[in-house]
DNA sequence: TACCATGCCTAATTTTCTTAGGTATAACTT
DNA sequence: AAGTTATACCTAAGAAAATTAGGCATGGTA
């Protein structure tokens, strides 16, 4: 991103894994498409996850250790679950808060009249 | 991003053309290197821009007719300042509201359990 | 004199996401 | 029976944004 800041880069470019993994931590086991399905309905239709930024996604974070898979039939499709790790669980709250702050910065600077009151 | 949402997705890119935007609407004339100083000093030092981002992005917003521009000799040394044209101020507010909205829904999605009370 | 602050800029690289597919099974519709 | 939609996984080329890493120059200060 264009910001060089205190918060963690990880958190500033993009909030994909941190609402992957606060999803995780809070529903368990998932899988990719339940994800997308999941996210379109809490949000009513508001964002809408592409498949391309979600698989590569889970990848890297698999990769990374925070979440683990294991993959089930039914029928003759499979399903391939993630829920997160203890690092992963980490993250997760951690991630969530510095975005919580980083949010709150950025809105500051949106609404420098908020603190002239 | 990784969002197909409802929300602009130049907003979604980023929130740097946002932040400045607003900034030169609030200050009316800006120059960068005093852009990049008042964002520090509002944000506490929390948020640094960085000139590789934060040059080519006036720019940007020259070319698209949301900002102008007019240069000013201090000494030898030439300062650059940028103000918001008339639709450089609606983008600034527009894309200060769907910024909010958008971060609304983020954080209902990273906080479920609200919405459960 | 050396260093740091001011003040502008660009370019290569990296990361992230979009776009645009491919593959296959299952279910519903006509 | 055929066609469409939903389920379910995946990858790859390209675009866009920011990082990194400089360059250039003036002015003030130790």
């Not at 470019?13 to 606060?22: A, D, M, R, S």
């Not at 294991?70 to 980490?90: E, F, L, M």
């Amino acid at each position: 991103m264009y910001i060089c800041s205190m918060y963690s880069k990880e958190l500033l470019k993009g909030t994909l894994k941190t609402i992957v993994l606060k999803l995780l931590t809070e529903n368990g086991q998932m899988y990719g498409y339940e994800i997308t399905q999941k996210v379109k309905e809490l949000t009513e239709g508001k964002i809408v996850l592409t498949e391309g930024a979600l698989y590569p996604t889970l990848h890297k974070l698999e990769a990374a250790g925070l979440v683990a898979s294991h993959t089930q039939s039914i029928g003759k499709r499979i399903r391939k679950y993630y829920s997160v790790t203890s690092s992963g669980a980490n993250q997760a709250s951690s991630l969530a808060n510095e975005f919580v702050e980083f949010v709150q910065t950025i809105l500051f600077l949106l609404n420098p009249q908020l603190s002239k009151k």
